[in-house]
């Protein structure tokens, strides 16, 4: 017992009290803010390897960003990414980061299916789908559920079977080989349910953005409910984005 005790003096909590509030470290890249400095812009645009950056003015995709940092690291004073992890969306627009402008990412209520937070804001069972992945982003999804930051102490949780779930979490650029396996997921899940596009690949397909490889055309078929950007993206990322999406609101 005093072991045990000593353990937990050193050690400190195991668990993040508040997902909501917490600062992650100063390395973690989160959503970028871009001055109005001047800059060769064509330069700036030509160094992203996923064309993720725009210019006239400059832009910042997050939905295909790899959150590499090349273009902080060239031009520091132009772009700096913060550590700001709420930037998941329900609106591709609002993933785009513009010029002069140091705004917060929300969702916008008037997009959310009243039936989601009718139905899931008490409890929300999802399953996983690894569409061609790397597992990157599976292994952060995997850490939502443990010990630091228990996801399921919100009533979210993964499940293995798409007939016990409420929605899909889609991972990687959705190969040819997985188009076939993700629409009966899919299918087999009961009405009502959500879809949830988890990392840059899932997106916009990322560097495998226009591979042969690829058959993304399930997401031409339904409604994405949340746009989760991040290469891989951060689990506080992912769960204060469910949460937006499924607490009830007045």
Known sequence: MLDNLKILFHQGKQ???DVTAIK??????GRPVISSEKVNET???????????SINPVCIDLGKCTFCGECAFAFPNKIKFTTDYKIAANDP??????????????????????????CFSGSLKLRQVSAGGDNSCELELN???NVNFDMGRFGIEFVASPRHADGIVITGPITENMAGPLQICYDAIPEPKIIILAGTDAISGGIFDGSKALNRSFLTKYKIDLYVPGNPLHPLTFINGVLDLIKKRK
Do not use: H, W
């Not at 330069?43 to 950056?53: H, R």
């Open 15 to 17: 668990y993040i009290p």
């Open 24 to 29: 992650v470290p100063g390395i973690f890249r």
């Open 43 to 53: 330069e700036l645009m030509e160094l992203c390897p996923t064309n993720a950056i």
């Open 93 to 118: 627009q609002k993933l785009i980061i513009r010029e002069g402008q140091d705004e917060i990412i929300e969702l916008s209520p008037e997009l959310i299916r009243e039936e989601i937070y009718e």
């Open 143 to 145: 850490a939502c559920g």
